[in-house]
């Protein structure tokens, strides 16, 4: 008699698409959403008329088959504004995601790991964090020239804490244990500590952080630019295409509720993304799931 084990080697699970979408429901819309976006801005440009064209005689426009979205009180395109707007949200929320990330994980793995520094680093991040942001960013634009440029470091400075407390309450939390301490009792270098241990165990809860920084970034850059503290007023964004229509909005409502509806729609889809990542990357969570 042949004896039966349960041994055999399961054969290899194929990659199913569909089955993908259905366990992760949110970050297939929300990605699927930001990437039409996304390519909306980066090719949108090249179809769309210009966005600084000024024809009085077209001005306050309803969209019609020749202008989508309508016109403003200039006859300038409001399409053409909406499109060209989108770049600039983009550009702001994700630079200040990627920096941001960079450098509060730089301080969050120095201060949760490194005790020498933590009372002294985590104090001034909580005094910039009791600084609002929005009022932070203003005066650092009014003591400069307007710009994108500015407009991100502008930014950049308040969302900072956010990503070292996270990072940092991790750290925490791994340094305590045991194969971290068996680690150093080894005599293992700090340098390398961190980087083939600590370094993995913060990237989770970091790509999910840096979603919702990203989504913060593109609300403070259109409040900046409403107020007339962003980018100048000649660069189409979001904000300022909001601003420039507010007196208009009882009879051409569409130059503010389309780029509003626009941003409104990036915000969702970065939280989406957000939510979903969390939901994927926290492991509690995803037992449940």
Same mark, same amino acid.
């Given at each position: 008699?042949?004896?039966?084990?349960?041994?055999?080697?399961?054969?290899?699970?194929?990659?199913?698409? !569909?089955?993908?979408?259905?366990?992760n429901p949110?970050?297939?819309?929300?990605?699927?959403?930001?990437?039409?976006?996304?390519?909306?801005?980066?090719?949108?440009?090249?179809?769309? =008329?210009d966005?600084?064209?000024?024809?009085?005689? $077209?001005?306050?426009? #309803?969209?019609?088959?020749r202008?989508?979205?309508?016109t403003?009180?200039?006859?300038?395109? @409001?399409?053409?504004?909406?499109?060209?707007?989108?770049?600039?949200?983009?550009?702001? !929320?994700?630079?200040?995601?990627?920096?941001?990330?960079?450098?509060g994980?730089?301080?969050?793995?120095?201060?949760?790991?490194f005790?020498?520094?933590?009372?002294?680093?985590?104090?001034?991040?909580?005094?910039?964090?009791?600084?609002?942001?929005?009022?932070?960013?203003?005066?650092?634009?009014?003591?400069?020239?307007?710009?994108?440029?500015?407009?991100?470091?502008?930014?950049?400075? #308040?969302?900072?804490?956010?990503?070292?407390?996270?990072?940092?309450?991790?750290?925490?939390?791994?340094?305590?244990?045991?194969?971290?301490?068996?680690?150093?009792?080894? =005599?293992t270098?700090?340098?390398?500590?961190?980087?083939?241990? @600590?370094?993995? $165990?913060?990237?989770?809860?970091?790509?999910?952080?840096?979603?919702?920084?990203?989504?913060?970034?593109?609300?403070?850059?259109?409040?900046?630019?409403?107020?007339?503290?962003?980018? #100048?007023?000649?660069?189409?964004?979001?904000? $300022?295409?909001?601003?420039?229509?507010r007196?208009?909005?009882?009879?051409?409502?569409?130059?503010?509720?389309i780029?509003?509806?626009?941003?409104?729609?990036? @915000?969702?889809? @970065?939280?989406?993304?957000?939510?979903?990542?969390r939901?994927?990357?926290?492991?509690?969570?995803?037992?449940?799931?």
């Amino acid at each position: 008699m042949v004896a039966v084990t349960d041994d055999l080697p399961l054969p290899p699970r194929r990659f199913s698409l !569909g089955a993908a979408i259905r366990r992760n429901p949110t970050i297939t819309f929300g990605a699927v959403l930001l990437t039409v976006l996304v390519l909306l801005a980066l090719f949108g440009p090249l179809f769309v =008329g210009d966005p600084l064209k000024i024809a009085p005689v $077209n001005r306050l426009r #309803p969209p019609s088959e020749r202008w989508w979205f309508g016109t403003d009180q200039f006859g300038r395109d @409001v399409f053409s504004r909406t499109i060209y707007g989108s770049r600039v949200s983009l550009i702001v !929320g994700l630079s200040v995601a990627a920096i941001s990330s960079v450098l509060g994980l730089a301080l969050g793995l120095a201060c949760g790991y490194f005790r020498a520094m933590d009372g002294f680093v985590m104090r001034i991040m909580d005094g910039v964090m009791a600084i609002p942001s929005i009022l932070l960013a203003i005066a650092l634009i009014t003591l400069t020239r307007p710009g994108l440029g500015i407009v991100i470091v502008a930014i950049v400075i #308040p969302e900072v804490p956010r990503i070292v407390r996270v990072v940092r309450a991790v750290v925490l939390s791994i340094r305590s244990q045991p194969y971290i301490e068996s680690a150093v009792a080894g =005599g293992t270098r700090n340098i390398k500590l961190l980087w083939r241990h @600590v370094l993995p $165990n913060t990237l989770a809860p970091l790509i999910v952080q840096s979603t919702y920084v990203c989504a913060s970034a593109m609300l403070i850059e259109a409040g900046l630019s409403f107020l007339g503290a962003g980018v #100048p007023p000649e660069v189409p964004s979001w904000g $300022n295409i909001i601003a420039q229509g507010r007196t208009f909005f009882q009879i051409a409502p569409w130059s503010i509720l389309i780029p509003g509806a626009f941003l409104a729609t990036t @915000v969702l889809a @970065v939280n989406l993304l957000g939510d979903g990542l969390r939901d994927r990357l926290d492991p509690r969570l995803a037992r449940r799931l």
